[in-house]
């Protein structure tokens, strides 16, 4: 049972151009969500994130956007540079007290920027 | 700060060996966690703590053990390892008392062939 799925393995975009990863969750208990990238032979590195008492956050070239109605959410990335192609994971969470914070993640998106 | 650092970060069993991986810690965070990796599977949770002397069972916890003996250290064990078990295998940590903050942050890596 995915409790978050991302749909599309792989991405391809041209420099300069929007990326734009997308994500579904399931699980009505998740309020809290998460975007990681991440590098060959590297940890995951903390992106981005958004509460679901909003729903959008924009930090430089990323946004991410939450519809909670479709239980939906996406990153975008603008412009998109050579260096952001990565492993993108979206994960979620639940503020409640017996959740202690545990991440469910997605599959992961490969996200390719070429010159 | 070293952040979170895994030993060993590469290691071959063969079936039935065991190994202990080892994950610090040097920011004070009181809840650690093991992941491992695997293609299209995205991170799922084999175990995590909440505190030193606390463990408890993630998603996929069957085959491995864990201890905290030391709030900044966390061991994944593998009494007998099974080719299933081939994974890279990822600690993370945060703090406990953030308000709103669900940031794990991540280790390297320790990637585990058993043949």
Redesign the interface.
């Known amino acids: 049972d995915q409790q978050?799925k991302?749909n599309s393995?792989s991405l391809s975009v041209q420099e300069g151009r929007i990326s734009i990863l997308n994500c579904d969750y399931t699980n009505s208990m998740f309020d809290?969500f998460?975007w990681?990238k991440k590098y060959p032979?590297?940890?995951?590195?903390?992106l981005i994130?958004i509460?679901s008492i909003k729903d959008k956050n924009e930090d430089g070239r990323f946004t991410v956007f939450l519809n909670k109605s479709a239980k939906h959410l996406s990153l975008h990335i603008v412009p998109s540079q050579p260096g952001d192609s990565a492993v993108y994971?979206c994960?979620a969470?639940s503020?409640g007290g017996t959740s202690?914070?545990?991440?469910?993640?997605?599959?992961?998106t490969i996200l390719t920027v070429h010159p | 700060n070293a952040g979170v650092t895994q030993t060993p970060k590469f290691r071959v069993l063969k079936t039935g060996q065991s190994m202990t991986l080892l994950c610090a810690q040097d920011m004070n965070h009181e809840y650690m966690y093991w992941y491992r990796q695997d293609p299209g599977m995205g991170l799922r949770l084999i175990h995590y703590s909440v505190g030193e002397g606390t463990t408890a069972k993630g998603e996929v916890p069957d085959g491995y053990n864990v201890s905290r003996l030391k709030k900044q250290n966390f061991l994944l064990g593998l009494e007998s390892a099974a080719p299933s078990q081939t994974s890279v295998y990822f600690c993370a940590s945060r703090w406990r008392t953030r308000e709103a903050v669900y940031e794990q942050y991540f280790g390297p890596g320790t990637r585990l062939t058993v043949t």
């Open positions: 978050v991302q393995p809290y998460l990681y032979a590297e940890g995951p590195t903390f994130s509460s994971f994960a969470t503020s202690y914070g545990k991440l469910t993640f997605g599959q992961g």
